[in-house]
């Protein structure tokens, strides 16, 4: 039972262009959503979070949109950067549960130029 | 970057045979958890743990033991390695006021 879904193995765009990644969840139990990054041979980085009273997040270039009734969030970079090219995991915190994270299938992101 | 180590970052090992994995922090954050990632399946838990000497289960935990007697190591153990269990490992660790959690570098498991 996958409770974080990234239903989009890998994404390619153009460098300057917007990246879009999505993420769809099933447990209404999620109080934070997370992303993080991670490069070939090196541990996930944490990119962003948005709790999930709120619909929006933003840092520098990234943006993370979250709706609830749809049970889904998506994490926009603007403008994408060669050195964004990554493998990007969707997570989600349960409030019942001890700070553990469910991780998605993760989407890998190729910028071209 | 927060301080985690794990070792060793890469083995080999064959059927049957004993492995531990160690993941060491110089943060002193309370809980640590270990994952394992394979195409497909992104990260999935395998155990955490809370404080020294408390841990649990995480979603895939069978074939897997941990320990923690001190705040800064944390240990997977696979009693009897298994062919399926070639993967690449992930320590975290994590404070409980703060959502994120930090990862270290990876152990690159090979299980022939």
């Known amino acids: 039972d996958q409770q974080v879904k990234q239903n989009s193995p890998s994404l390619s765009v153009q460098e300057g262009r917007i990246s879009i990644l999505n993420c769809d969840y099933t447990n209404s139990m999620f109080d934070y959503f997370l992303w993080y990054k991670k490069y070939p041979a090196e541990g996930p980085t944490f990119l962003i979070s948005i709790s999930s009273i709120k619909d929006k997040n933003e840092d520098g270039r990234f943006t993370v949109f979250l709706n609830k009734s749809a049970k889904h969030l998506s994490l926009h970079i603007v403008p994408s950067q060669p050195g964004d090219s990554a493998v990007y995991f969707c997570?989600?915190?349960?409030?019942?549960?001890?700070?553990?994270?469910?991780f998605g299938q993760g989407t890998r992101l190729t910028i071209n130029p | 970057d927060a301080g985690i180590t794990q070792s060793p970052r890469h083995k080999v090992t064959e059927t049957g045979t004993p492995v531990t994995l160690r993941c060491h922090q110089t943060e002193n954050h309370r809980y640590m958890y270990w994952y394992r990632q394979d195409p497909g399946h992104g990260l999935r838990l395998i155990h955490y743990s809370y404080g020294v000497k408390d841990t649990d289960k995480g979603e895939v935990s069978d074939g897997y033991s941990v320990s923690r007697s001190k705040t800064e190591d944390f240990l997977l153990t696979l009693e009897s390695a298994t062919s399926s269990q070639t993967s690449v490992y992930f320590c975290?660790?994590?404070?409980?006021?703060?959502?994120?959690?930090?990862f270290g570098p990876g152990t690159r498991l090979t299980v022939t």
């Open positions: 997570a989600a915190r349960s409030i019942q549960g001890a700070q553990k994270l469910v």
């Open positions: 975290a660790i994590s404070d409980p006021d703060r959502e994120q959690q930090y």
